[in-house]
């Protein structure tokens, strides 16, 4: 059965969000659009004229998950909820981009911001993604289209000009891409978060020992280095995570660069 480029996604958010909680989630169609206030981002690509997205996420959904990642209790503050959402949708589209259905395009998440009410208009997506771990199921409306084949000017790869273009719901991805997709998404990498380095002498090294005091030359507030392969992938910010360290990113590589780091 073909699934359109909205279904792909939600699918990857699915497989995004079990990542970040540790327990499985799906996603599966939604009876009716995002109708309240939520968060909306916007999703484009790395060619001119293809068109974008609107993705809107429900405000009761969104603070139930950021709650479920982040293991909060009570009032979610709203700066974590869009930190929340900026990452996960951050890391579907690079997920996406992927895809045979993605054409070779590089798909891009702009800033997550608080979404009014509104008519998303004719031929919207709505999904609905659930997980045990979540107290509800996360609406998603993504209205908008992405035109895949429409090709840059001077671009000598593509179809022809007077090509008969293709929409979101003639692209689907084949099983052998998925089966080769999902194989490749369960290998368990190490990733190491760095939070500083610096240069010793041997002779300081040699006396190295309990009570001994290394400066490291930068703040505590400095942002710690996360690395793949001993290359960095992405940066962030040391947070406590239900009384544990972790670590909320503010920043990632480009995902070929982060394909790079996988491949080292």
């Given at each position: 059965?073909?699934?359109?480029?909205?279904?792909?996604?939600?699918?990857?958010?699915?497989?995004?969000?079990?990542?970040?909680?540790?327990?499985?989630?799906?996603?599966?169609?939604?009876?009716?659009?995002?109708?309240?206030?939520?968060?909306?981002?916007?999703?484009?690509?790395?060619?001119?004229?293809?068109?974008?997205?609107?993705?809107?996420?429900?405000?009761?959904?969104?603070?139930?998950?950021?709650?479920?990642?982040?293991?909060?209790?009570?009032?979610?503050?709203?700066?974590?909820?869009?930190?929340?959402?900026?990452?996960?949708?951050?890391?579907?589209?690079?997920?996406?981009?992927?895809?045979?259905?993605?054409?070779?395009?590089?798909?891009?998440?702009?800033?997550?911001?608080?979404?009014?009410?509104?008519?998303?208009?004719?031929?919207?997506?709505?999904?609905?993604?659930?997980?045990?771990?979540?107290?509800?199921?996360?609406?998603?409306?993504?209205?908008?289209?992405?035109?895949?084949?429409?090709?840059?000017?001077?671009?000598?790869?593509?179809?022809?000009?007077?090509?008969?273009?293709?929409?979101?719901?003639e692209l689907h991805a084949t099983p052998a891409a998925s089966e080769r997709l999902?194989?490749?998404?369960?290998?368990?990498?190490?990733?190491?978060?760095?939070?500083?380095?610096?240069?010793?002498?041997?002779?300081?090294?040699?006396?190295?020992?309990?009570?001994?005091?290394?400066?490291?030359?930068?703040?505590?507030?400095?942002?710690?280095?996360?690395?793949?392969?001993n290359r960095v992938v992405a940066r962030g910010e040391v947070v406590?995570?239900?009384?544990?360290?972790?670590?909320?990113?503010?920043?990632?590589?480009?995902?070929?660069?982060?394909?790079?780091?996988?491949?080292?």
């Open positions: 059965m073909k699934q359109t480029l909205p279904e792909l996604f939600g699918q990857e958010l699915a497989t995004v969000i079990a990542a970040l909680i540790g327990s499985p989630a799906t996603a599966a169609p939604g009876a009716a659009p995002v109708s309240g206030d939520g968060w909306s981002i916007t999703v484009d690509t790395d060619a001119a004229a293809r068109g974008s997205w609107t993705v809107v996420v429900d405000a009761e959904g969104a603070s139930a998950l950021t709650a479920a990642i982040m293991g909060l209790t009570g009032d979610v503050p709203p700066t974590a909820v869009a930190d929340t959402l900026r990452e996960a949708i951050r890391q579907t589209v690079s997920a996406l981009s992927l895809l045979d259905a993605a054409g070779g395009l590089e798909l891009r998440a702009g800033e997550v911001a608080p979404h009014a009410a509104a008519d998303p208009g004719a031929g919207a997506t709505t999904l609905v993604v659930s997980c045990p771990a979540v107290s509800v199921p996360v609406t998603i409306t993504i209205a908008g289209e992405i035109d895949l084949t429409a090709v840059p000017a001077g671009s000598p790869a593509g179809p022809p000009a007077d090509a008969p273009k293709a929409t979101d719901s999902d194989a490749i998404l369960d290998i368990e990498l190490p990733l190491i978060v760095r939070f500083g380095r610096t240069e010793l002498p041997l002779r300081t090294l040699a006396h190295l020992g309990p009570g001994s005091l290394i400066d490291l030359g930068r703040s505590a507030d400095d942002p710690v280095d996360l690395l793949v392969s406590v995570v239900g009384g544990n360290y972790g670590v909320r990113v503010l920043d990632v590589v480009s995902p070929r660069e982060r394909a790079r780091s996988m491949e080292a």
